[in-house]
């Protein structure tokens, strides 16, 4: 491919993101100062620092909230204990949850209330997976952590028959089938969700990424390091033969990358990576590279999702 940069599409913002960014800014608007969000509202550097300078001061210990305070649950969910706690505090909670976690949650509290048994596919200590274990509480049953096919040989099931998996949202598409395929072979009647729990956000990026990186020689991914997506948006580039980096802005691109004549460059964004970020490392990428920014064709995404009701209606 010629030297450009390539920009694909869709990057960057999803709606749960979106969503969870709004319903701190609209609590800070209607409440004031200060708004306590529980973990990093997203996985992005720049998008917390701004929101603390508005004043919503970020936490991880319930107890850490004052009485009567205003506490919002970050777009990764928490488990149900943390829900109890909240409720028995009589704190004010607005949930920026994202709703196709709470769509995994259910699922996994109707089979904890079945008794079934449930393998979680996802990554060790991600709040999301907390979340998720979390939702389930029925000791007849039980629910296991599974990151890898070790993992799923070292599980002892209790009933193969009344077996189910659920997965983390933002997962290797590649990875996770491969961790399917393995447990169907370990417990053929294991049952899935209907449709994959992988969101539609992770899926787009990572198609988008499949289908260029193997043109380009370098792949610029524009995310923190703490965002799931943004990680397996590089490890991807990656595998398809491709230089890959993450960056959280342009201050981290390494001149020495770009020496000795590279030649395509393909950017992408994490699902929580603001635009404003992404045109900063291509302005940055432009000057160091001398190429012109070029952007690709992509499935156009139209979800939305509104802040909860209650917050809306006194705006
Ligand atoms: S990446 Fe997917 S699951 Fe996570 S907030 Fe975005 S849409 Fe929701």
Request: charged share 25%; with cysteine.
């Amino acid at each position: 491919m010629d030297n450009k940069i390539y920009l694909v599409n869709p990057r960057g913002f999803c709606a749960g993101v979106s969503r969870a960014i709004s319903i701190v800014d609209t609590a800070l608007e209607r409440f004031g100062a200060p708004v306590y969000v529980r973990h990093e509202v997203v996985h992005n550097r720049y998008v917390v620092d701004s929101l603390r300078r508005k004043g919503a001061v970020f936490i991880e210990d319930l107890a850490e909230v004052p009485d009567g305070a205003i506490l919002i649950f970050s777009a990764h969910g928490v488990p149900m204990s943390v829900e109890a706690e909240a409720k028995n505090r009589n704190l004010t909670v607005f949930d920026a949850t994202c709703p196709l976690v709470s769509k995994v949650h259910v699922e996994v509290r109707a089979l904890s209330k079945r008794g079934a048994e449930v393998i979680m596919i996802g990554h060790r200590f991600h709040p999301e997976v907390e979340a998720t274990l979390g939702q389930y509480d029925n000791p007849d049953g039980g629910i296991y952590l599974v990151e890898n096919a070790q993992d799923a040989d070292r599980l002892q099931i209790r009933d193969p028959n009344n077996l189910y998996y659920v997965t983390q949202t933002t997962l290797s598409i590649t990875e996770s089938k491969t961790l399917v395929e393995h447990l169907r072979s370990l417990y053929p009647q294991i049952r899935g969700p209907r449709k994959n729990d992988i969101c539609y956000a992770t899926q787009n990026r990572q198609d988008a990424v499949r289908s260029l990186a193997h043109k380009v020689d370098l792949f610029i991914v524009v995310g923190s390091t703490s965002s799931s997506n943004s990680n397996r948006l590089r490890e991807l580039a990656e595998s398809c033969g491709c230089r890959a980096y993450l960056v959280d802005d342009e201050s981290q691109l390494d001149e020495a990358w770009f020496a000795g004549g590279i030649g395509s460059i393909g950017v992408t964004a994490g699902a929580s990576a603001p635009d404003i970020l992404i045109e900063r490392v291509v302005e940055r990428l432009k000057a160091v590279t001398g190429y012109r920014p070029e952007e690709m064709p992509g499935i156009e995404e139209k979800r939305n999702f509104e802040i909860p009701k209650d917050l809306q209606r006194s705006l």
